[in-house]
């Protein structure tokens, strides 16, 4: 466009040389130019620097031989050998003379009056282009620095979205998302193209959303905030217990524009919460079952404890008056004192070790468990007369250790608790199920009466005295503890003098405790 100028300057003035030169502190400096190759000259030499000191007029120079200002100008003296110049300023819209619209040719020159004002017009257009130019780079700088801002901004936007742990949706006033985080994706698995655009209805489901959201997204929508705590079901992520909360957004001038939807997951925390209140709730557990324990144990110690000190002190009275006899009864008395506590300490520790015992499963014949129990009790069995069968020929996966404690408490009792006079016979037996293996200790005892069954598997629970069966009261709690540690669970079925049948069922899987 300047070019066109200057050479619409050169056709009007006809003259070889147009230019549009701008002048600052040092130099001129040509914006366009027809009829010169220079691009700049010293400040000093310049014409244009004498036309823009009378902005409102055009400088005329017919001959510059004949101009003093100009005679000895290397312009005028050398090459181009300027004789006419005709510059009209150019002024700025603050009415600053920045440079000149000039006509320049290398004979003298006159210009008629419409020349002159066609020169001022075109310098006028030049000053209009500057300024346009101006507005439009400054429209530009301004275009992109807004642009920076906002890709600042959605720079900023991103990395909330990705880095948030929280759910966030924006809605607007038609109930539509506008914009949903990655996690708000991640739970619902879907892409964001799935949900913004989309109202709230149709993501979230009818019924949800007129039961529960739209109510809080209203009082939002209204300037309120609001919230709640919920389970809800995400795809992504199953259930979850959330803390819902809904904000609304102002614009600056505190119109509302829409509602921030931000959903907490605190499933993790309810958890641990849980886990808490699960472990208090045990650790009280275990302190009354302790001071049961204690309670009991107490009491059951007393019974022997107290045979051993009567006894010997008696026998301490009667050493010298005693008959041989009435000594042996009362040492005998403080013997089996003695050997009722030493049975108690032995089964107490056999207990109490199984606290602190983690179950060691290997696969195990159950057979040759049974035939180690067998040899066991070797003693007993032939003193009774006892007869043991065993049809279990399975395998399973177990703690050697622990299981025989079981099947030798439960062979036990089926030897001591049967009816004077007869001879026990045991049948162990063992079956698969779909997911453990149910192994079953059958005996012809005196049986149990269903009221008493469930108590049997108590610490220290007997149901008869000592002078007719012998015993501590602790087999059974220990078999049901070892059970438990194994996942597994116990129990009897029995009638009264129709024999007892324990069982017990292991699963084959790892579902086991320590
Ligand atoms: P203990 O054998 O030392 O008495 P247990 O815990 O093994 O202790 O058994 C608790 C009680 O359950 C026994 O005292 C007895 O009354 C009853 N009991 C256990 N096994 C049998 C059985 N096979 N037949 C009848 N009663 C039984």
Redesign the pocket.
């Known amino acids: 466009m300047f070019d066109d100028i200057a050479e619409l300057a050169a056709q009007i003035c006809g003259t070889p040389i147009a230019l549009i030169s701008l002048v600052d502190a040092d130099r001129q400096w040509f914006k366009a130019k027809v009829g010169v190759d220079a691009q700049e000259t010293p400040r000093e030499m310049a014409f244009c620097a004498h036309a823009i000191l009378q902005a409102d007029d055009v400088l005329v120079v017919n001959n510059a031989l004949e101009d003093e200002r100009f005679a000895t100008n290397p312009l005028v003296l050398n090459n181009p050998n300027i004789r006419f110049y005709a510059g009209a300023p150019i002024v700025t819209a603050e009415g600053l003379p920045v440079g000149t619209v000039c006509a320049i040719d290398r004979q003298p020159k006159a210009l008629a009056p419409h020349q002159l004002r066609a020169l001022q017009a075109l310098s006028r257009q030049v000053s209009r282009l500057f300024a346009f130019r101006r507005a439009a780079i400054d429209h530009l700088a301004q275009a992109e620095s807004a642009l920076r801002a906002r890709e600042q901004e959605a720079e900023r936007l991103m990395a909330f979205t990705v880095m948030d742990l929280d759910l966030k949706a924006f809605v607007n006033h038609d109930y539509r998302y506008l914009a949903v985080n990655a996690a708000y994706q991640r739970y619902w698995k879907r892409d964001v193209e799935q949900i913004v655009g989309r109202t709230v209805e149709e993501v979230r489901g009818r019924d949800h959303f007129h039961s529960r959201l739209k109510r809080h997204i209203d009082l939002a929508l209204s300037g309120e905030a609001s919230s709640f705590e919920a389970d809800s079901l995400y795809p992504g992520k199953g259930m979850r217990r959330m803390q819902v909360r809904f904000a609304p957004v102002r614009t600056a001038d505190g119109a509302v524009l829409g509602v921030v939807i931000d959903e907490h997951d605190i499933q993790d925390l309810a958890d641990a919460a849980q886990k808490l209140r699960d472990t208090i709730t045990a650790l009280e557990k275990k302190t009354l079952s302790q001071q049961k324990f204690i309670y009991m144990l107490s009491h059951d110690l007393r019974e022997p404890v107290n045979t051993i000190v009567n006894f010997s002190g008696v026998l301490r009275q009667r050493l010298s008056t005693g008959t041989q006899a009435e000594l042996l009864r009362f040492a005998e008395f403080v013997h089996g004192g003695g050997t009722r506590l030493k049975a108690l300490l032995d089964d107490l520790l056999e207990y109490v070790r199984l606290e602190h015992q983690a179950v060691r499963r290997e696969s195990v014949k159950l057979c040759e468990l049974v035939e180690g129990v067998v040899s066991d009790l070797g003693d007993a069995i032939e003193r009774t007369g006892a007869q043991i069968e065993c049809d279990a020929h399975l395998e399973l996966q177990c703690d050697p250790h622990l299981l025989r404690v079981v099947i030798q ?1 439960l062979i036990a ?2 030897i ?2 049967v009816s004077p006079g007869s001879l026990p016979r045991i049948k162990v037996m063992a079956r698969s199920l779909p997911s453990s293996v149910r192994l079953t200790v059958q ?1 012809n ?4 009466a269903p009221e008493h069954q469930a108590e ?1 598997f108590q610490l220290f ?4 005295h000592r002078k007719d ?1 012998e ?7 220990t078999c049901r503890r070892i059970i438990d540690m194994h996942g597994g669970s116990i129990g009897v079925e ?1 009638e009264p003098g129709k024999g ?1 049948t ?1 069982w017990l069922e292991l699963p084959i899987g790892e579902g086991s405790h320590a």
């Open positions: 408490n009792n089926g001591k608790f005996d005892g005196i049986g149990i049997l629970k007997r149901l008869h069966y015993g501590v009261g602790m087999g059974l709690a029995s007892s324990f």
